[in-house]
Structure formats: structure tokens, C-alpha cells
């Protein structure tokens, strides 16, 4: 027989997995784990390895979304360090604003929520930063195939404090520069955080975010810029008043602008203008954590937020005149409360809450009541069910309008006092099939309604309507296996879903719709020992085409060549998608560490 020695040994020396289910549709990445994974261009970008995820999508290769179960973009919740992302994109979205140097731990909720978070429909997506060093000052240097990172962490006060700062920079931009080329692109941004422990029990910290992107375009006797940046910081207090009893208190800013730039000169007339779209959003959050007993928790708090969005604005001068117009701007504002009851007797956990939201738009004030549970039982031994339910409320609207050839994303407060709904139910389990193989499947079901489907973005903006209502429908099958040895690392998920929308009496399937997604990631290490190791990773991903919009008509232009025409909804499908990438890792200790 075996006796506890071995198989203590053995979970020791196995090889973690790279994400691990929680709770209901709840999956933890291992950042450590992450560094094997073969990413696109070779970058570290967490947010990329999200959308590997069973139920997760990036909607089109090389973006930078998160869409979740049958949902858009703008239904997922991102918070970085707590604080809301609006646009998570460098380079178009082939990259992520989450620096691989800076990035402590990643979570997605796609099933049960807790009451703490919402006003999106869909998911949860929570990237936190880690701390620096608190004992030796270090620093590193990465250099990728696209940017150029340099990281500097160490203690402010000896076990006391911490202080951490990385910066990066897109180096293919110089090449461009020294190359003399008449488009420039590039990006930047630099993160930093400060924390210290202002006494044993309460931990302050500070944490900043900026990042930019920006492009150019030279011609004889024009020049186009574009870009767009964000801003964000956050001062968080973590407090422990005494074995039973723990809060945090949050209060952030963030800031998005994307902005578009001309300026033109020729034989005597000119013309210089700038055109920007801002959304500021300043908030607080405020979290107790209560043991009321040794099977009873108790979470509870408020938060506040508020939010401008300024849609359009443009100033120009035009031979020496001054010009100036835009779209009007819009406010939001928003409050809750939140309780969630949190039971945990021998294998049994049951989590049962509710969150109330008002959300004011300055013409209108509406509220939402959203409660939420889940019930779960481990059986020990890796082996576990689970089952939740869950309603979600949203006020804000996204939709994207391309702006001089650039997209452009627009965010505004709910029109007509409609917010937009959502129920979701989920059943799941996870099963230990061998000593080193797990396997893991959830199924769901989603119900959406008051999805404003925009024909006529200037209207919407202006308050004319431009749009109409319509509903949203979602299934799916989830399905995770897991194979795990002192060398060895497979991940192979599949993920079915039908996705549909109704607008206007038609029923079609969601923009976004994939019926089945397969991912496979495996990582060996070839060479393993004392100082040295070498880590073969190759992962494989195949999904079937996105619909898209085009009709079998079409009508001949000036010149009598047929031009395509486009329909309101979705008629046809691109072709299955198929992705691989393979990357040999070489790690090496220096002698003097």
C-alpha cells in the first residue's frame, strides 16, 4: 500500500495547473505558471491567456475583448486593482495594458457573482498588481518581440513597506523613427505602487496607472494623428480590527481619452483641429468581511460611483478661425448596498445575497434589485459540485463607430429608463478521474433583455433615437481537462454555445456566436535540475467562424463594378478558425543569484 509520504511527495512535486476552478464558473490563473504559456508575439499578456478560457472569447483574433457566455464587450466588469478599465487595449488590442512584470493574480467570474461587484451583465474580470519586494531591492529587464519592460521593486522600510514601478515601451516605434517612415505608431505606460503597513493591523496603498498609444501619418501637406490613453489610481486601506472582523476601503479615478488630431497646409490655407472622446469615472468602495460564527460569514458595504462622458469633441482653427462642436455631455451616476450570507459546514458551501443598485442618469433615476446564490459540495479528494443563480443590471451602453477609418468606442448612460437585465443559471462539477487527471464541466443558461441594438450612432448621441430594443438568449456546455506531472502540463478545454439576439421580430445569432471552441496547452520540461531549466509549450486553438453581414445583392457603382451590400443583421459565416503556438523557454541561475 501507499502510504501518506508518497503522495505527499508526489503533490509536491507535480507540476500546478494553469487555472484552477474556485467556485461557479470561477477560474483562477497561476501567474507563475504563465510565463511557459506560448502567447501571442511571444508576450507575456495575461489578458490574452483570459481569452484561452472555457466560455471566454476574444471575439477577432488579435483583440483585446472579453466576451463572456453570449455577451458583448461592455458586459464584462474589469477592474484593475479595483479600479474600472474602459479600454484594456495597446496596439489595436494585439497587446493588453496588463504588464506580465506587475501582474500578481487574474480571475474571471462567468456564473455566480458576488453581491460586491456589478452593473455589467456577463462577468467579472479581476487583475490585481503585486507588491514589491519587502527585504532586497531588485530590478529587471525584459525585452519581447513588440515592447521593451523595465521593472525596479524593493522595501520603503524594511519588512514595513514596499514600493514597486515598471514602465514599457513599443521599440518597433524607433525602428520606425530611424527608418524615417511616414507612419509612426507606437506605445507606452508605467505602473506603480506604494504600500506600508501604517500599523500592524492596516495596510495603505497606493497604486497608479498611464499608458498611451499613438499614431502618425505624414503626407505632403498633411499630417493625421491618433490615439488613445488611460489613467487610473487608487488608494486602498486594508484594516483587520480583530480575529472576526476585516474591511477594505477603496476610492479610485480612471480616465480614457481617445483623441484624433489634422492638421493641413496648403497654398495659403490651413487647417489645424483635435477631436476627443473622454470618459472620467471617480468612486469609492467600501467592504466588511464578518465571522459571525464558525460556519456563518457575513460580507456587506456600499459603493458610489460617478461618471462624464464626454461622446465628441472638437476644436479647430480654420485660416486663423476658431471653431468649436461636439455632442453633448452626459453624466451617470450610481449607489449601492450589498449583503451576502456566507455558510460553510464539513463539505457544503451556500452563498446566498442580494446587491441594490440606483442608477441616475440626471433626467431619470432607476433601481435594481439583484439577488444571487450558490450551493456547492466538495466530496474531497478533488471532487465537487455545484450550482448558482444569479441577476445582473446595467446602465451603460458601448458601441463602436469608426472615425476617420479609426474605431472609436463610445460609452453612454441607459436611455428611455431602461436598464438592461440578465438571469443566468449554472450547474457544474469537477471530478478527480486519476491521480493526476481532473476533469471539470459547467453548463448554463442566460436570459438578457433591453439590449439596444444602435443603427444611427449620431442620432443615439443626440437623444433622436437611433436605435431599438431587443432581447438575448445564451447556452452553452463547458467542458476542462487537466493533466498534471513533475514534468508535465495539459490543459485541454471545449466549449459549446448558442448565442442568439432579437431585435424588431428577427431572431439571428449574436455577432460574437462560436458553437464550439476547442483550446489545448501543453508544457514539458525538458530539461529539469538545480539552476537550469528548459520548457517546451505549445498551444492549439481551433473555433468555428464569427457571422458576419453581407446579402447575396448587390447594385454597380459610377463605374459599373458591384458593390456588396451589408444587412442590419447577421446572415453568413466566416470559416472555422485554426491557431497554433509553440515557444522553448531556457531559464538559468546566475551564481550570484
Not at 479600479?83 to 496588463?98: D, K, R, T, W
Request: aromatic share 12%; charged share 25%.
Amino acid at each position: 500500500s501507499r502510504g501518506l509520504g508518497d503522495v505527499y511527495k508526489r503533490q509536491v512535486t507535480a507540476r500546478r495547473p494553469l487555472m484552477v476552478y474556485k467556485q461557479t464558473g470561477n477560474i483562477a490563473v497561476d501567474i507563475e505558471q504563465l510565463k511557459y504559456a506560448p502567447l501571442f508575439a511571444g508576450e507575456k499578456d495575461i489578458f490574452k491567456f483570459l481569452q484561452l478560457l472555457p466560455g471566454v472569447s476574444a471575439g477577432k483574433d488579435g483583440m483585446s475583448g472579453l466576451l463572456v457566455r453570449g455577451g458583448s464587450n461592455d458586459q464584462t466588469l474589469i477592474l484593475y486593482d479595483d479600479v474600472p478599465i474602459y479600454n484594456q487595449a495597446h496596439a489595436y488590442g494585439i497587446l493588453s495594458i496588463f504588464s506580465g512584470e506587475t501582474v500578481q493574480s487574474a480571475e474571471v467570474s462567468k456564473g455566480y457573482i458576488s453581491p460586491a461587484y456589478g452593473s455589467r451583465l456577463s462577468a467579472l474580470t479581476q487583475i490585481r498588481t503585486r507588491e514589491g519586494d519587502r527585504r532586497n531591492h531588485r530590478q529587471s529587464l525584459t525585452v519581447g518581440t513588440l515592447s521593451l519592460a523595465g521593472t525596479l521593486d524593493g522595501p520603503i522600510k524594511r519588512d514595513k513597506g514596499s514600493y514597486l514601478i515598471s514602465a514599457r515601451y513599443f521599440f518597433p516605434e524607433a525602428v520606425l523613427a530611424i527608418a524615417d517612415n511616414d507612419i509612426r505608431y507606437g506605445f507606452n505606460d508605467i505602473t506603480g505602487k506604494l504600500t506600508y503597513d501604517i500599523h500592524r493591523n492596516h495596510t495603505l496603498s497606493l497604486g497608479v496607472y498611464s499608458g498611451d498609444d499613438h499614431m502618425k501619418n505624414k503626407e505632403d501637406h498633411a499630417e493625421n494623428g491618433f490615439g488613445w490613453g488611460n489613467t487610473t489610481a487608487s488608494l486602498r486601506l486594508e484594516s483587520r480590527w480583530n480575529d472576526n472582523l476585516r474591511s477594505s476601503v477603496v476610492a479610485y479615478y480612471t480616465y480614457l481619452q481617445n483623441r484624433q488630431e489634422t492638421e493641413f497646409k496648403d497654398d495659403g490655407f490651413s487647417n489645424r483641429g483635435k477631436t476627443t472622446f473622454k470618459t472620467h469615472e471617480f468612486g469609492a468602495r467600501m467592504t466588511f468581511d464578518q465571522r459571525l460564527s464558525h460556519i456563518w460569514t457575513l460580507e456587506y458595504g456600499a459603493t458610489f460611483s460617478h461618471q462624464r462622458f464626454e461622446p465628441m469633441h472638437t476644436k479647430s482653427i480654420i485660416n486663423g478661425q476658431h471653431k468649436e462642436r461636439g455632442y453633448s455631455s452626459e453624466q451617470l451616476v450610481s449607489g449601492t448596498l450589498f449583503l451576502n450570507n456566507r455558510f460553510q459546514w464539513g463539505g457544503w458551501r451556500a452563498d446566498v445575497g442580494v446587491r441594490g443598485a440606483a442608477y441616475d442618469n440626471s433626467e431619470q433615476t432607476r433601481y435594481a434589485v439583484e439577488p444571487r446564490a450558490q450551493l456547492s459540495y466538495d466530496f474531497g479528494r478533488d471532487n465537487s459540485v455545484w450550482l448558482s443563480g444569479t441577476i445582473n443590471s446595467q446602465a451603460l451602453v458601448q458601441f463602436n463607430r469608426y472615425y476617420y477609418s479609426m474605431p472609436i468606442d463610445f460609452w453612454t448612460p441607459f436611455r428611455d429608463g431602461r436598464l438592461q437585465h440578465a438571469w443566468q443559471v449554472s450547474l457544474g462539477g469537477r471530478a478527480k478521474l486519476h491521480e493526476n487527471l481532473t476533469l471539470s464541466v459547467e453548463g448554463y443558461y442566460k436570459r438578457m433583455r433591453n439590449l439596444p441594438l444602435i443603427y444611427d450612432s449620431d442620432d443615439f448621441l443626440l437623444g433622436n433615437g437611433g436605435f431599438i430594443y431587443g432581447t438575448g438568449r445564451a447556452f452553452g456546455i463547458e467542458a476542462m481537462l487537466q493533466y498534471q506531472t513533475e514534468r508535465l502540463s495539459l490543459t485541454a478545454s471545449y466549449t459549446y454555445t448558442d448565442s442568439r439576439r432579437r431585435s424588431d421580430g428577427v431572431t439571428y445569432p449574436f455577432e460574437y456566436d462560436v458553437p464550439h471552441d476547442f483550446n489545448a496547452f501543453v508544457s514539458y520540461d525538458v530539461v529539469k535540475r538545480p539552476g537550469r531549466k528548459h520548457t517546451f509549450s505549445l498551444n492549439v486553438a481551433w473555433r468555428s467562424g464569427l457571422p458576419y453581414r453581407l446579402t447575396n445583392e448587390s447594385y454597380p457603382d459610377t463605374d459599373g463594378n458591384p458593390i456588396i451590400g451589408i444587412t442590419a443583421y447577421p446572415t453568413m459565416r466566416m470559416r472555422n478558425y485554426f491557431r497554433a503556438d509553440v515557444s522553448y523557454n531556457m531559464e538559468r541561475r546566475k551564481r550570484n543569484g
